[in-house]
């Protein structure tokens, strides 16, 4: 089955419903939408003649004409090529090249990077820049009348993994990855109804994005800031117009939006349900978060090859507080969703004991097809089944996993493993610390040494001693930092996940 019929099928049952907004404005109802959509494909398919699995590349902002680039694309049977908007050109380009894609939508500025280099870069032939004339007249088209039929093992979304060792892959997620994701997120995550809204607040090439599916089957609204990123203040307003506002944020989104709440003060009741994943949510934050914004959360782990679908932290356990081992579960990331398994393995692909730490494992209809021609990395990642994650976690006897860090984070010193979360969690503890990322350091006699990254609260001054004392008094001494520098920001990348490749550069600077 085809996403797209997701949307037309909202806009025959509900055409009436507002659909999309650009902050508090109304731009249309399901039914202009779907007819947008529509025309986008009739576009694609009849006027520059693209055949289903053809790729159509999406470089644009959060914008609202997102939306109806995507289904679309799909409408005609294409495959969306997402590209997160920060990216520098040059990266832009490998991915364009890599995935063939022909015709690419962008926002001004990015078409504008890219065009100097369009002379040399034969692949993409055609680009489409919303506002422009060249971009309305599509909407001048004929419709296509349905939606081309789409298997559910064929292509919808290849999405280029951040690529911080060797150059990006391109993940296949197929429809049925995708409907696999929609159907997990309304028995795990949230039973999203009409009278929703959804601000796009975070990147819509990513985990912002794939929350619309939910959204379009409910026939809910579409929210794109008007700043088109995320800013507090302004979500905090809409939220209070709206109401009933979902987002997703990255955990150190949702620790600005808290921050802003305890200090400038703002009413949290216009939101409905944050889901937060991408990267470590650590035990003090989600507590600050569910103190200050009341118990509005629910956790998500995934990543591009099984997309937002391995486990989730449903509002049941955020608020279960009076459960023996809740200090443990709200730093985990929640039980398998509904509809895949889970493991954690040794290396040889074998469960590990309860608790004990190994690779997280994951199987069922959620896991990608593939990487974008590239078997052998296919084949290195899923093996029996099974799609090796990459990341290091443990499972306790209820089933909830923690995860510790990526397999390339573990700080390895003296022969033993240091997971950095562990130490970050203890150093945010301290009550001047607003964050911390904790790296490894080469070290000739210990092979690597711990260094703690911290940022204070409000840039007053810090002392490495209490620091010191504090990590002395929780866990072992061979896991202290050596090393303690204070920054005044993290390095983040616009999906919020703090670098820690740019802090080991910086640390070899
Ligand atoms: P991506 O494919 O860009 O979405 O990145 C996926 C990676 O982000 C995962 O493999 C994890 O390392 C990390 N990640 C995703 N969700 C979470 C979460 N809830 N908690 C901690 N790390 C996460």
Redesign the pocket.
């Given at each position: 089955m085809n996403l797209a019929e997701l949307l037309r099928r909202t806009a025959r049952v509900h055409p009436e419903r507002p659909a999309l907004f650009h902050g508090e404005q109304l731009l249309c109802d399901y039914r202009a939408l779907g007819r947008r959509a529509a025309c986008v494909g009739g576009f694609l398919r009849h006027r520059l003649g693209m055949a289903p699995g053809d790729r159509v590349a999406i470089w644009m902002s959060n914008v609202p004409e997102y939306l109806e680039v995507l289904y679309g694309a799909w409408f005609a049977g294409l495959i969306v090529v997402p590209m997160n908007s920060k990216l520098h050109w040059k990266e832009a380009s490998f991915i364009l090249q890599d995935s063939g894609a022909a015709i690419l939508f962008a926002s001004e500025h990015m078409a504008d990077a890219l065009a100097p280099h369009f002379a040399q870069d034969k692949t993409v032939k055609a680009v489409f820049v919303p506002g422009t004339n060249g971009y309305t007249a599509m909407y001048r088209t004929e419709p296509l009348s349905e939606p081309l039929f789409r298997a559910m093992d064929d292509v919808a979304w290849l999405?280029y993994?951040?690529g911080t060792t060797g150059r990006p892959k391109g993940v296949m997620d197929t429809h049925g990855n995708l409907l696999t994701m929609i159907a997990c997120y309304f028995m795990d995550v949230d039973a999203t109804q009409a009278g929703d809204g959804l601000a796009y607040a975070a990147p819509m090439s990513?985990?912002s994005g794939m929350l619309n599916f939910p959204h379009v089957i409910a026939g809910a609204r579409h929210i794109v800031p008007a700043s088109g990123g995320f800013e507090s203040g302004e979500l905090l307003e809409l939220a209070a117009h709206h109401r009933n506002v979902s987002l997703f944020a990255a955990p150190t989104m949702v620790k600005r939006l808290v921050d802003y709440i305890e200090h400038d003060g703002g009413d949290a009741s216009g939101f409905k349900t944050i889901v937060?994943?991408?990267?470590?949510?650590y035990g003090e934050d989600i507590r600050q978060a569910l103190r200050v914004m009341g118990n509005r959360f629910c956790?998500?782990?995934?990543?591009?090859?099984s997309p937002m679908t391995i486990t989730a932290l449903g509002r049941h356990h955020l608020q279960d507080s009076l459960h023996p081992r809740y200090a443990q579960r709200i730093t985990s990331?929640g039980v398998a969703q509904t509809l895949v398994e889970l493991r954690v393995c040794d290396p040889a692909g074998r469960p590990v004991a309860v608790d004990e730490s190994g690779e997280v494992v994951v199987r069922g209809p959620s896991v990608m097809k593939g990487y974008w021609n590239n078997p052998e990395a296919t084949a290195n990642t899923i093996r029996d089944g099974w799609l090796f994650?990459?990341?290091v976690g443990s499972l306790d006897e209820d089933g909830f996993l923690t995860?510790k860090d990526?397999s390339k984070d573990v700080i390895i010193s003296g022969g033993s493993n240091i997971y950095p979360r562990e130490v970050e969690e203890v150093l945010l503890r301290h009550p001047q610390v607003h964050e911390v990322s904790v790296v490894g350091r080469k070290h000739q006699e210990w092979g690597e040494v711990v260094v703690a990254f911290v940022v204070s609260k409000n840039g007053g001054a810090m002392d490495a001693a209490e620091l010191d004392s504090l990590c002395l008094q929780n866990i072992a001494r061979f896991k202290r930092p050596k090393e303690y520098r204070f920054v005044e920001a993290l390095p983040k990348s616009n999906?919020g996940?703090v670098l820690k490749t740019e802090l080991r550069k910086l640390m070899a600077e």
């Open positions: 999405f993994t951040s990513h985990a937060y994943g991408g990267g470590p949510m956790q998500i782990y995934g990543q591009g090859e990331v994650t990459g990341d995860l990526r999906y996940k």
